[in-house]
Protein backbone atom coordinates (compact mmCIF):
# COMPACT_ATOMS: atom_id res chain seq x y z
CA UNK A 1 0.00 0.00 0.00
CA UNK A 2 2.81 2.23 0.45
CA UNK A 3 0.74 4.51 3.24
CA UNK A 4 2.29 7.98 4.27
CA UNK A 5 0.84 10.11 7.88
CA UNK A 6 -0.84 12.67 5.34
CA UNK A 7 -2.83 9.76 3.34
CA UNK A 8 -3.57 8.38 6.93
CA UNK A 9 -4.73 12.00 8.00
CA UNK A 10 -6.55 12.88 4.90
CA UNK A 11 -8.46 9.73 4.35
CA UNK A 12 -9.64 9.63 8.02
CA UNK A 13 -11.01 13.34 7.37
CA UNK A 14 -12.49 12.22 4.31
CA UNK A 15 -14.27 8.87 6.48
CA UNK A 16 -15.58 11.13 8.76
CA UNK A 17 -16.70 14.30 6.49
CA UNK A 18 -19.61 12.14 4.44
CA UNK A 19 -21.77 12.04 7.53
CA UNK A 20 -21.13 15.23 8.73
CA UNK A 21 -23.94 17.96 9.89
CA UNK A 22 -24.16 21.80 10.23
CA UNK A 23 -26.41 21.38 13.23
CA UNK A 24 -26.95 18.60 15.36
CA UNK A 25 -30.83 17.02 14.88
CA UNK A 26 -32.59 15.60 17.95
CA UNK A 27 -31.35 12.41 16.80
CA UNK A 28 -28.14 12.86 16.67
CA UNK A 29 -28.37 14.49 20.31
CA UNK A 30 -30.02 11.55 21.62
CA UNK A 31 -27.61 9.32 19.99
CA UNK A 32 -24.83 11.57 21.64
CA UNK A 33 -26.36 11.03 25.10
CA UNK A 34 -26.86 7.46 24.83
CA UNK A 35 -23.11 6.83 24.04
CA UNK A 36 -22.98 8.79 27.41
CA UNK A 37 -25.13 6.69 29.44
CA UNK A 38 -23.87 3.27 27.62
CA UNK A 39 -20.14 4.35 28.56
CA UNK A 40 -21.12 4.88 32.31
CA UNK A 41 -23.22 1.97 32.96
CA UNK A 42 -20.64 -0.47 31.21
CA UNK A 43 -17.94 1.47 32.80
CA UNK A 44 -19.59 0.78 36.24
CA UNK A 45 -19.72 -2.85 35.91
CA UNK A 46 -16.00 -3.27 34.69
CA UNK A 47 -14.84 -1.48 37.70
CA UNK A 48 -16.60 -2.88 40.04
CA UNK A 49 -15.32 -7.02 40.28
CA UNK A 50 -13.58 -8.46 42.36
CA UNK A 51 -10.13 -8.39 41.72
CA UNK A 52 -10.76 -4.46 42.14
CA UNK A 53 -11.42 -5.29 45.53
CA UNK A 54 -15.24 -4.98 45.38
CA UNK A 55 -17.66 -8.43 46.68
CA UNK A 56 -19.47 -10.72 44.08
CA UNK A 57 -22.81 -8.94 45.77
CA UNK A 58 -21.75 -5.67 44.42
CA UNK A 59 -20.58 -6.75 41.30
CA UNK A 60 -23.60 -8.94 40.82
CA UNK A 61 -25.86 -5.72 41.16
CA UNK A 62 -24.04 -4.07 39.21
CA UNK A 63 -23.84 -6.64 36.07
CA UNK A 64 -27.79 -6.08 36.43
CA UNK A 65 -27.11 -2.18 36.38
CA UNK A 66 -25.68 -2.86 32.81
CA UNK A 67 -28.24 -3.46 30.40
CA UNK A 68 -26.21 -4.05 27.63
CA UNK A 69 -24.75 -6.88 29.67
CA UNK A 70 -28.33 -8.53 30.12
CA UNK A 71 -28.76 -8.41 26.71
CA UNK A 72 -25.45 -10.14 25.91
CA UNK A 73 -26.75 -12.83 28.96
CA UNK A 74 -29.79 -13.47 27.12
CA UNK A 75 -28.14 -13.65 23.92
CA UNK A 76 -26.01 -16.36 25.49
CA UNK A 77 -28.95 -18.62 25.90
CA UNK A 78 -29.19 -19.06 22.06
CA UNK A 79 -25.41 -18.08 20.80
CA UNK A 80 -22.74 -19.77 23.03
CA UNK A 81 -20.89 -16.82 24.65
CA UNK A 82 -17.86 -17.97 23.23
CA UNK A 83 -19.08 -18.01 19.48
CA UNK A 84 -19.45 -14.25 20.20
CA UNK A 85 -15.59 -13.99 20.56
CA UNK A 86 -15.55 -15.13 16.98
CA UNK A 87 -18.39 -12.71 15.82
CA UNK A 88 -16.54 -9.62 17.27
CA UNK A 89 -13.39 -10.67 16.18
CA UNK A 90 -14.55 -11.27 12.22
CA UNK A 91 -16.49 -7.64 12.59
CA UNK A 92 -13.69 -5.99 13.95
CA UNK A 93 -11.42 -7.75 10.69
CA UNK A 94 -13.76 -6.69 8.23
CA UNK A 95 -13.76 -2.88 9.80
CA UNK A 96 -9.99 -2.97 9.76
CA UNK A 97 -9.78 -4.24 6.11
CA UNK A 98 -12.58 -2.43 4.88
CA UNK A 99 -10.64 0.64 6.38
CA UNK A 100 -7.46 -0.44 4.68
CA UNK A 101 -8.89 -0.79 1.61
CA UNK A 102 -10.61 2.75 1.23
CA UNK A 103 -7.61 4.86 2.27
CA UNK A 104 -5.81 2.47 -0.81
CA UNK A 105 -8.93 3.38 -3.14
CA UNK A 106 -9.02 7.40 -1.53
CA UNK A 107 -4.81 7.14 -2.79
CA UNK A 108 -5.35 5.88 -6.20
CA UNK A 109 -8.12 8.74 -6.88
CA UNK A 110 -11.50 6.68 -6.58
CA UNK A 111 -13.81 8.09 -4.66
CA UNK A 112 -17.05 5.75 -5.57
CA UNK A 113 -16.75 3.75 -2.26
CA UNK A 114 -19.93 5.40 -0.32
CA UNK A 115 -20.65 2.11 1.32
CA UNK A 116 -18.09 1.55 2.46
CA UNK A 117 -17.77 4.57 3.96
CA UNK A 118 -21.12 3.88 5.46
CA UNK A 119 -19.97 0.73 6.58
CA UNK A 120 -16.93 2.28 8.46
CA UNK A 121 -18.73 4.63 10.31
CA UNK A 122 -21.13 2.42 11.37
CA UNK A 123 -18.81 -0.11 12.30
CA UNK A 124 -16.50 2.15 13.78
CA UNK A 125 -19.39 3.98 15.82
CA UNK A 126 -21.03 0.27 17.26
CA UNK A 127 -17.35 -1.21 18.17
CA UNK A 128 -15.46 1.74 19.85
CA UNK A 129 -18.24 4.87 20.97
CA UNK A 130 -20.91 2.71 22.19
CA UNK A 131 -19.34 -0.78 23.32
CA UNK A 132 -15.98 -0.50 23.71
CA UNK A 133 -15.29 -1.94 26.85
CA UNK A 134 -17.95 -4.91 26.58
CA UNK A 135 -16.54 -5.92 22.84
CA UNK A 136 -13.19 -5.41 24.06
CA UNK A 137 -13.98 -7.98 27.16
CA UNK A 138 -15.63 -10.46 25.18
CA UNK A 139 -12.80 -10.87 22.33
CA UNK A 140 -10.41 -11.71 25.39
CA UNK A 141 -13.39 -14.46 27.15
CA UNK A 142 -10.95 -17.39 26.34
CA UNK A 143 -8.67 -16.16 28.95
CA UNK A 144 -11.28 -14.79 31.87
CA UNK A 145 -11.32 -17.63 33.60
CA UNK A 146 -8.04 -16.23 34.86
CA UNK A 147 -9.67 -14.06 36.98
CA UNK A 148 -13.40 -15.25 37.19
CA UNK A 149 -14.98 -18.43 37.69
CA UNK A 150 -18.57 -17.53 37.18
CA UNK A 151 -18.53 -18.40 33.69
CA UNK A 152 -17.67 -21.99 32.04
CA UNK A 153 -14.05 -22.06 30.88
CA UNK A 154 -12.83 -22.46 27.39
CA UNK A 155 -11.44 -25.74 28.62
CA UNK A 156 -14.35 -26.97 29.64
CA UNK A 157 -16.44 -25.81 26.68
CA UNK A 158 -13.70 -28.20 24.20
CA UNK A 159 -12.84 -30.87 26.87
CA UNK A 160 -16.00 -31.41 29.38
CA UNK A 161 -15.94 -31.09 33.06
CA UNK A 162 -12.28 -31.48 35.12
CA UNK A 163 -10.70 -29.78 32.51
CA UNK A 164 -9.95 -26.65 34.69
CA UNK A 165 -8.66 -23.45 33.19
CA UNK A 166 -6.21 -23.69 30.80
CA UNK A 167 -6.24 -21.52 28.01
CA UNK A 168 -2.66 -21.48 26.37
CA UNK A 169 -2.91 -25.74 26.23
CA UNK A 170 -3.59 -27.51 22.91
CA UNK A 171 -6.80 -26.88 21.74
CA UNK A 172 -7.61 -23.77 23.74
CA UNK A 173 -4.37 -21.90 22.04
CA UNK A 174 -5.85 -22.18 18.90
CA UNK A 175 -8.43 -19.86 19.76
CA UNK A 176 -6.84 -17.78 22.62
CA UNK A 177 -3.96 -15.98 20.49
CA UNK A 178 -5.90 -15.14 17.61
CA UNK A 179 -8.04 -13.53 20.32
CA UNK A 180 -5.26 -12.05 22.10
CA UNK A 181 -3.67 -10.48 18.82
CA UNK A 182 -6.75 -9.70 17.53
CA UNK A 183 -7.86 -7.52 21.34
CA UNK A 184 -4.34 -6.16 20.41
CA UNK A 185 -5.27 -4.36 16.80
CA UNK A 186 -8.79 -3.42 17.77
CA UNK A 187 -7.44 -1.36 20.73
CA UNK A 188 -4.71 0.01 18.40
CA UNK A 189 -7.52 0.67 15.33
CA UNK A 190 -9.76 2.45 18.23
CA UNK A 191 -6.44 4.45 19.24
CA UNK A 192 -5.87 5.42 15.92
CA UNK A 193 -9.20 6.49 14.49
CA UNK A 194 -10.01 8.08 17.95
CA UNK A 195 -6.82 10.46 17.68
CA UNK A 196 -7.03 11.08 14.11
CA UNK A 197 -10.40 11.66 13.72
CA UNK A 198 -11.21 13.92 16.57
CA UNK A 199 -7.84 15.74 16.08
CA UNK A 200 -8.88 16.50 12.24
CA UNK A 201 -12.13 17.90 12.92
CA UNK A 202 -12.31 18.67 16.55
CA UNK A 203 -15.00 21.73 16.21
CA UNK A 204 -17.88 19.19 14.61
CA UNK A 205 -21.55 18.94 16.06
CA UNK A 206 -21.41 15.00 15.09
CA UNK A 207 -19.73 12.27 17.44
CA UNK A 208 -17.64 11.11 14.68
CA UNK A 209 -15.33 14.19 15.87
CA UNK A 210 -17.04 15.65 18.67
CA UNK A 211 -14.07 15.79 21.11
CA UNK A 212 -10.62 17.03 20.63
CA UNK A 213 -8.70 13.81 21.17
CA UNK A 214 -6.37 15.02 24.15
CA UNK A 215 -9.20 14.39 26.74
CA UNK A 216 -11.18 11.12 24.89
CA UNK A 217 -8.00 9.85 23.79
CA UNK A 218 -6.61 9.53 27.49
CA UNK A 219 -9.88 7.81 28.47
CA UNK A 220 -10.21 5.20 26.11
CA UNK A 221 -6.37 4.19 27.38
CA UNK A 222 -8.55 4.26 30.82
CA UNK A 223 -11.16 2.19 29.79
CA UNK A 224 -8.57 -0.24 28.05
CA UNK A 225 -6.58 -0.35 31.45
CA UNK A 226 -9.85 -1.69 33.23
CA UNK A 227 -10.69 -4.28 31.50
CA UNK A 228 -7.37 -5.45 31.33
CA UNK A 229 -5.74 -5.10 34.67
CA UNK A 230 -7.90 -7.88 36.85
CA UNK A 231 -5.48 -10.37 34.71
CA UNK A 232 -2.45 -8.59 35.85
CA UNK A 233 -4.45 -8.60 39.80
CA UNK A 234 -2.26 -11.48 41.04
CA UNK A 235 1.25 -10.27 40.02
CA UNK A 236 1.00 -6.68 41.12
CA UNK A 237 -2.10 -6.66 43.70
CA UNK A 238 -5.08 -4.91 43.58
CA UNK A 239 -3.95 -2.08 45.25
CA UNK A 240 -1.15 -1.12 42.99
CA UNK A 241 -4.35 -1.63 39.91
CA UNK A 242 -6.22 0.52 41.58
CA UNK A 243 -3.72 3.21 42.12
CA UNK A 244 -3.10 2.98 38.24
CA UNK A 245 -6.98 3.64 37.80
CA UNK A 246 -7.17 6.52 40.05
CA UNK A 247 -4.16 8.11 38.64
CA UNK A 248 -4.95 7.91 34.95
CA UNK A 249 -8.91 8.71 35.64
CA UNK A 250 -7.54 11.87 37.76
CA UNK A 251 -5.37 12.99 34.88
CA UNK A 252 -8.71 12.55 32.46
CA UNK A 253 -10.28 14.78 34.70
CA UNK A 254 -7.73 17.18 34.96
CA UNK A 255 -7.81 17.30 31.08
CA UNK A 256 -11.27 17.41 30.86
CA UNK A 257 -12.07 20.28 33.66
CA UNK A 258 -8.44 22.35 31.58
CA UNK A 259 -9.57 21.85 27.85
CA UNK A 260 -14.05 21.12 28.03
CA UNK A 261 -13.15 19.54 24.63
CA UNK A 262 -17.31 19.08 23.64
CA UNK A 263 -19.03 21.32 21.64
CA UNK A 264 -22.16 21.22 23.67
CA UNK A 265 -22.02 21.93 26.81
CA UNK A 266 -24.49 19.71 27.93
CA UNK A 267 -21.99 16.94 26.75
CA UNK A 268 -19.32 18.16 28.83
CA UNK A 269 -21.85 18.25 31.86
CA UNK A 270 -22.32 14.73 30.95
CA UNK A 271 -18.87 13.61 30.43
CA UNK A 272 -17.57 15.78 33.58
CA UNK A 273 -20.13 14.10 35.57
CA UNK A 274 -19.06 10.49 34.18
CA UNK A 275 -15.95 11.18 34.56
CA UNK A 276 -16.09 11.87 38.69
CA UNK A 277 -17.81 8.91 39.36
CA UNK A 278 -15.01 6.91 37.67
CA UNK A 279 -12.70 8.85 39.89
CA UNK A 280 -15.08 8.37 43.09
CA UNK A 281 -15.37 4.43 42.32
CA UNK A 282 -11.38 4.09 41.55
CA UNK A 283 -10.64 6.03 45.17
CA UNK A 284 -13.41 3.66 46.92
CA UNK A 285 -12.13 0.73 45.13
CA UNK A 286 -8.26 1.63 46.45
CA UNK A 287 -9.79 2.18 49.88
CA UNK A 288 -11.02 -1.81 49.78
CA UNK A 289 -8.08 -2.92 48.61
CA UNK A 290 -6.19 -1.11 51.44
CA UNK A 291 -8.80 -2.48 53.41
CA UNK A 292 -7.76 -5.98 52.22
CA UNK A 293 -4.05 -5.71 53.31
CA UNK A 294 -5.34 -4.36 56.72
CA UNK A 295 -7.15 -7.58 57.38
CA UNK A 296 -4.75 -10.07 55.28
CA UNK A 297 -8.21 -11.30 53.43
CA UNK A 298 -7.08 -10.64 49.41
CA UNK A 299 -10.19 -12.90 48.16
CA UNK A 300 -13.52 -10.36 48.99
CA UNK A 301 -15.85 -13.63 48.92
CA UNK A 302 -14.54 -13.82 52.39
CA UNK A 303 -16.69 -11.13 53.76
CA UNK A 304 -19.48 -11.87 54.56
CA UNK A 305 -23.09 -10.09 52.93
CA UNK A 306 -24.14 -8.35 56.15
CA UNK A 307 -20.67 -6.55 57.52
CA UNK A 308 -19.62 -3.38 57.75
CA UNK A 309 -17.52 -4.12 54.76
CA UNK A 310 -19.83 -4.66 52.24
CA UNK A 311 -21.75 -2.20 54.32
CA UNK A 312 -19.01 0.60 53.07
CA UNK A 313 -19.86 -0.79 49.30
CA UNK A 314 -22.99 0.15 49.53
CA UNK A 315 -22.11 3.55 50.71
CA UNK A 316 -19.89 3.78 48.10
CA UNK A 317 -22.01 2.77 45.07
CA UNK A 318 -24.72 4.78 46.62
CA UNK A 319 -22.70 8.39 46.39
CA UNK A 320 -22.28 7.55 42.55
CA UNK A 321 -25.22 10.11 42.00
CA UNK A 322 -23.32 12.30 44.15
CA UNK A 323 -19.93 12.16 42.81
CA UNK A 324 -21.96 12.63 39.24
CA UNK A 325 -23.32 15.64 40.65
CA UNK A 326 -20.11 17.07 41.37
CA UNK A 327 -18.53 16.28 38.43
CA UNK A 328 -21.40 18.25 36.50
CA UNK A 329 -21.16 21.49 39.54
CA UNK A 330 -16.95 21.17 38.43
CA UNK A 331 -17.80 21.41 34.63
CA UNK A 332 -19.98 24.72 35.12
CA UNK A 333 -18.17 26.33 37.40
CA UNK A 334 -15.29 25.87 34.65
CA UNK A 335 -16.99 27.40 32.02
CA UNK A 336 -18.18 29.74 34.10
CA UNK A 337 -14.70 30.99 35.19
CA UNK A 338 -13.65 31.06 31.39
CA UNK A 339 -16.76 33.66 30.62
CA UNK A 340 -15.92 35.84 33.45
CA UNK A 341 -12.02 35.97 32.14
CA UNK A 342 -13.69 36.84 28.77
CA UNK A 343 -15.66 39.75 30.24
CA UNK A 344 -12.77 40.79 31.88
CA UNK A 345 -10.57 41.17 28.98
CA UNK A 346 -13.40 42.30 26.97
CA UNK A 347 -13.82 45.24 29.58
CA UNK A 348 -10.29 46.18 29.86
CA UNK A 349 -10.43 46.31 25.70
CA UNK A 350 -13.23 48.04 25.62
CA UNK A 351 -11.76 50.53 29.27
CA UNK A 352 -8.55 51.20 26.98
CA UNK A 353 -10.61 52.23 23.95
CA UNK A 354 -13.03 54.47 25.42
CA UNK A 355 -10.03 56.42 27.77
CA UNK A 356 -8.60 57.29 24.26
CA UNK A 357 -12.08 58.92 22.76
CA UNK A 358 -13.98 59.62 26.82
CA UNK A 359 -13.66 63.49 26.94
CA UNK A 360 -10.84 64.02 24.77
CA UNK A 361 -8.45 62.28 27.24
CA UNK A 362 -4.69 62.73 26.08
CA UNK A 363 -3.09 59.13 25.13
CA UNK A 364 -0.96 60.02 28.13
CA UNK A 365 -4.30 58.82 30.44
CA UNK A 366 -4.13 55.43 28.93
CA UNK A 367 -2.14 54.96 31.97
CA UNK A 368 -3.96 56.38 35.07
CA UNK A 369 -5.63 53.88 37.18
CA UNK A 370 -9.33 54.73 37.32
CA UNK A 371 -11.64 53.79 39.94
CA UNK A 372 -14.14 51.58 39.79
CA UNK A 373 -17.13 54.24 39.97
CA UNK A 374 -15.13 56.08 36.93
CA UNK A 375 -14.71 52.37 34.83
CA UNK A 376 -18.63 52.03 35.23
CA UNK A 377 -19.23 55.55 34.26
CA UNK A 378 -16.98 55.23 30.99
CA UNK A 379 -18.53 51.29 29.98
CA UNK A 380 -21.68 51.69 28.08
CA UNK A 381 -24.63 49.84 29.88
CA UNK A 382 -25.30 46.66 30.07
CA UNK A 383 -21.51 45.68 30.56
CA UNK A 384 -19.92 46.59 33.41
CA UNK A 385 -16.43 45.87 34.68
CA UNK A 386 -16.01 44.47 38.19
CA UNK A 387 -12.92 45.26 39.27
CA UNK A 388 -11.65 42.35 41.57
CA UNK A 389 -9.89 44.14 44.85
CA UNK A 390 -6.64 43.09 45.09
CA UNK A 391 -4.38 43.03 48.11
CA UNK A 392 -1.12 45.49 48.52
CA UNK A 393 1.32 42.22 48.16
CA UNK A 394 -0.57 41.17 45.23
CA UNK A 395 -0.65 44.69 43.59
CA UNK A 396 3.37 44.75 43.98
CA UNK A 397 4.30 40.80 43.24
CA UNK A 398 1.42 40.58 40.69
CA UNK A 399 1.63 37.06 41.97
CA UNK A 400 -0.47 35.41 39.12
CA UNK A 401 1.08 37.39 36.21
CA UNK A 402 -2.55 39.24 35.61
CA UNK A 403 -1.20 42.05 34.37
CA UNK A 404 1.54 40.22 32.19
CA UNK A 405 -0.54 37.76 29.73
CA UNK A 406 -3.96 37.11 30.24
CA UNK A 407 -3.71 33.16 29.87
CA UNK A 408 -1.66 30.75 31.66
CA UNK A 409 -0.54 28.49 29.11
CA UNK A 410 -0.92 28.25 25.30
CA UNK A 411 -3.63 25.25 25.99
CA UNK A 412 -5.66 27.83 27.93
CA UNK A 413 -5.98 30.39 25.95
CA UNK A 414 -6.74 27.76 22.89
CA UNK A 415 -9.86 26.51 25.41
CA UNK A 416 -10.79 30.22 25.84
CA UNK A 417 -10.89 30.63 21.80
CA UNK A 418 -13.05 27.67 21.64
CA UNK A 419 -15.43 28.83 24.60
CA UNK A 420 -15.98 32.43 22.78
CA UNK A 421 -16.99 30.27 19.75
CA UNK A 422 -19.53 27.83 21.23
CA UNK A 423 -20.63 31.00 23.32
CA UNK A 424 -22.42 32.28 20.25
CA UNK A 425 -24.85 29.56 20.46
CA UNK A 426 -27.68 30.45 22.64
CA UNK A 427 -28.64 27.03 23.80
CA UNK A 428 -24.70 26.02 25.30
CA UNK A 429 -25.51 29.56 27.66
CA UNK A 430 -28.82 28.18 29.50
Not at 45 to 70: A, E, H, K
Request: charged share 15%; proline share 5%.
Amino acid sequence: FGFRLKDLFAVTYALGSGIEKDSAGKWEILRTLAIQLLDFVQLIRCLTIPPYGWTPWTSRITQLVDFINVMVGVCEIVVPRYTWTGILVVMCCAGIINFLNLMHKFRKGHFDSGWRVSLHNYLYTFLVPFLFPTVLGLIITPVECLWSDVKQSLSVSLRGDGAGCTPFAYPEVMVTVPAMVSAIIFVMWAITLTLLAFTLNPLSVKMGAFVSSRVELKFLYFKTLVVALPYASPFITPIACNVLLFLSMFYVVYNHLSILPFHRHIINLLRGGTYFSMLWLSFGALIFSSLQLIQGQWDPRTFPPDGLYQSLQWAVLGCVPLAFATGMWNVNSARNGLYALLDRLYGECEVQKLMVEHKGQPQALMTKRLKESEVESILPAPQKLNISKRSPYEKFYDVRWEGKRAFASSMHASTCARVLLYRRDEANNK
